[in-house]
Each structure stands twice: as structure tokens, then as C-alpha cells.
């Protein structure tokens, strides 16, 4: 097993400047090499510890008009909820920057779970014909620059949570639970494949109720580990980086 490179940082400002150095440098990149940059985003804590993008030098340097935004999981309620992560990412982030507004890709907040997750893979199909979304050489999945993710002291990323049916979802790019056990209960979610087939994924984790997910995450345990969700992210191409404060790196065995 990949373990990925780790970022264990002694204060949530370091982590938070790291984060956005990573995610900046990654822009520059990407925008040399295809002229587009395609980040797909997660709920929760994340996009607080994202801020330092909004600020000096970042806010001037980086290329945000060729951001193309996405979402690795969504919940299914208004986009003006206080529960919606696309609300968390605009208010939070996206607002504070020249993003083109027609480049944030949301899902469609007036349909069902299912038909949500179905219209969201349909909209990311458009945009891998046109390669704005990369598609991997391996898998015929769409390959985003980036895909962001947080951990749940659960061990599930994105919403692909443990013992759930949707985490061996294979078909499907996008799919919907009904049944969250973190609230709220309605969510689509990319599916491992798409994740796996990413250029580069970045899961970011602090604080000590996590510190026990980020061990059975990351550490060689032998064949009676649990499989948690976190533990299945496994980029076949792509890169992995786990960006961790102390108290989640805490339980983390020495390598
Ligand atoms: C969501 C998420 C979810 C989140 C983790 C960690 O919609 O809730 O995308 O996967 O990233 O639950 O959340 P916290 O960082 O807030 O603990």
C-alpha cells in the first residue's frame, strides 16, 4: 500500500499555508500543461483551512480564471442552505476570488438525490468531451486536477461512508445515499474510481478525534485492518497527500 506522502504540520497556520502553496503551485501547472485547471471541493472544515487562497499573495497570483470547480460530494438541499457545501465554498472562498461564476459546477438543487447524482455525472461527461475534465488513461474516468478531501473520525471521505453499498459503486462516476449517517441524510458523492483516477488528491485532517481514522487510514496494519473508506484512496496514476496537524497525525505509527 501507498501511504502517500504526509504533511504533518505543528500549528493549523502552517498547515493552511502549505495547503494553499500546494493548491496554487498545482494551478500553475495544470494551467501550464492543459490551460485549465479542474478542482473538485468537499464540505466541512476544509474549506476554512482553504482561506490563506483568498488572501495576498495567492489571491493575486494564481490564475482564477481558469478554475473550473467541482464538487466530490454534495448535499442534496438548497444551494442557499446553510448545509449546502457549495453555500460553504462560495461564501467561504469562492466569493473572494475572480472565479468565473459560469465556471462553478454545483449540482442541480431542485431534483431528487438520484436525479441529482445523474445530472452531475451528465454535466461532468460534457466537460471531460471537451477536456476541461482530463480522462484517465487507464480507467475512462474523468481525471480532475485535484480532488480535496476531509475525513470523518468514521473514516469516510467524501460522502462514501463505512459498510455503505455506494463505496463499491464501480459503474457509476456519481452517485446518492438517502441514508447519511452525518446529517444531512440525502448526498451525491463521486465514487471511488473517480477518485482514484484523479492527478492528484489531497486529504486534509486536524484535530484529535480524528487521530484514530488517520492511523487505520494510513498504517500498515495487516490483513485484519478495517477497510475504512479513507483507506481505499489509492490514486492508481495520480498523488496522494495527506495534509495533517499534530493532534490528527497522533496515532500515526512511525515509518
Ligand atoms: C461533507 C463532506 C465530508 C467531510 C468530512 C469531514 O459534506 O460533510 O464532504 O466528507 O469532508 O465529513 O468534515 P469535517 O472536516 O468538518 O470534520
Redesign the pocket.
Known sequence: KNRGELRIHESLDELMTDLADYVAELSEASVKERGVFAIAL?????IGLMGKLCEAPYNKTVDWSKWYIF?????VVAKNHAES?YKLAKDGLLSKVPIVPSHVHSINDSVSAEEAAEDYEFVIRQFVKTRVVSVSEISDCPKFDLIL?????DG?????FPNHSALNEREEWVTFITDSP?PPPE?I?FTMPVINSASNVAV????D??AESVHLAIDDLGPDCPLIPARMVQPAMGKLVWFLDKLAASKLEES
Not at 468537499?42 to 476544509?46: A, P, V
Open positions: 468537499s464540505g466541512g472544515s476544509l464538487w466530490a460530494d454534495e448535499r457545501n478531501l476531509g475525513l470523518g473520525p469516510h471521505i467524501a460522502s462514501l452525518k448526498r458523492t486534509v485532517v486536524t484535530g478525534s480524528k
